[in-house]
């Protein structure tokens, strides 16, 4: 059972929090062999590789939840959970935090934009009402059973309102008792700063770094440094795959076979070695 009070004791330390997204329990294993302190489970990236559709609302809370429970069975490292808007209203998100909370989050976070939501890079998002997202985050607050299982404010109402409209929206977010902010979208070092002025002495600011968004992308120590304390690259690994598997796939389709490829991938011992299938056996002879 993973620890739910790791994430909150390392966000109070000083240094910056670096989580990679992940989108399943293996690119969750391979993260967590690479020393990552955290993961973060990317709703898109669900999108992208479970529905093969862009980030447009069209996952259920069934499907993350799931992906989610197969992840926290595989690994030990907090994971944090990208839950959208919540799937629905106040009492879709009391559902939505009790089951993520179940299938072992560390962090949820939620999302003031209607639903079905977009992704937060693209452009025509719509946000509620600021009550309305309170009412949700108070929701979430009494649905979780241990304090540990720490909830993620996120607003995109920069782009629908601007910027103080959407630091705004944070604090009346932050007054509900969130554990930690997310403002999205942030567009310039200048609005980042803004924000960081505003609240990063007070509670745990989130990084959104998308490649090729409307955020610039910094380093995780360059955004320590301006003051955040958790940096996500959420859509990167699922990119990284992509492009990769662009290549695979034509070479396969030109040459017939993987050999001109080999030297890029693992081969059948290797893969066995990152699952760990030598212990697994052992632990099964245990049985015999």
């Given at each position: 059972m993973n620890d739910l009070h790791a994430l909150g004791r390392r966000l109070a330390e000083p240094r910056v929090l670096l989580a990679p997204g992940v989108y399943d329990a293996l690119t969750a294993?391979?993260?967590e062999q690479a020393g990552f302190e955290a993961l973060y489970l990317s709703g898109a990236s669900i999108a992208y590789t479970r529905l093969g559709r862009s980030d447009i609302g069209l996952t259920t809370f069934s499907e993350v939840e799931d992906v989610l429970a197969r992840i926290t069975e595989r690994v030990?490292?907090?994971?944090?959970i990208d839950a959208d808007t919540g799937f629905g209203n106040a009492l879709n998100v009391q559902r939505t935090v009790r089951g993520f909370e179940r299938a072992g989050a560390a962090m949820v976070q939620l999302e003031d934009q209607t639903f079905p939501k977009r992704c937060g890079h693209l452009?025509?998002?719509a946000v509620v009402p600021v009550a309305e997202m309170q009412g949700k985050l108070r929701a979430?607050?009494?649905a979780r059973t241990d304090a540990g299982t720490l909830i993620l404010a996120r607003t995109d109402a920069l782009a629908v309102e601007g910027l103080e409209a959407a630091l705004d929206r944070a604090e009346a977010y932050l007054d509900c008792g969130v554990d930690a902010l997310f403002i999205e979208a942030l567009r310039t070092p200048g609005q980042m700063d803004a924000a960081c002025r505003r609240f990063a002495h007070r509670v745990p600011l989130l990084a959104n770094m998308v490649e090729g968004g409307k955020t610039?992308?910094?380093?995780?120590?360059?955004?320590?440094?301006?003051?955040?304390?958790?940096?996500?690259?959420?859509?990167g690994t699922a990119r990284a795959v992509a492009h990769m598997l662009g290549g695979?796939?034509?070479?396969l389709r030109q040459n017939g076979t993987t050999t001109p490829w080999q030297a890029q991938m693992l081969d059948f011992d290797g893969l066995n070695a990152v699952l760990g299938?030598?212990?697994l056996l052992a632990q099964g002879r245990r049985y015999e």
């Open positions: 294993l391979i993260a030990s490292v907090p994971v944090i452009d025509g998002k979430a607050l009494d610039p992308v910094q380093s995780a120590d360059e955004l320590g440094a301006r003051g955040f304390r958790m940096v996500i690259f959420p859509g695979y796939y034509a070479s299938t030598d212990q």
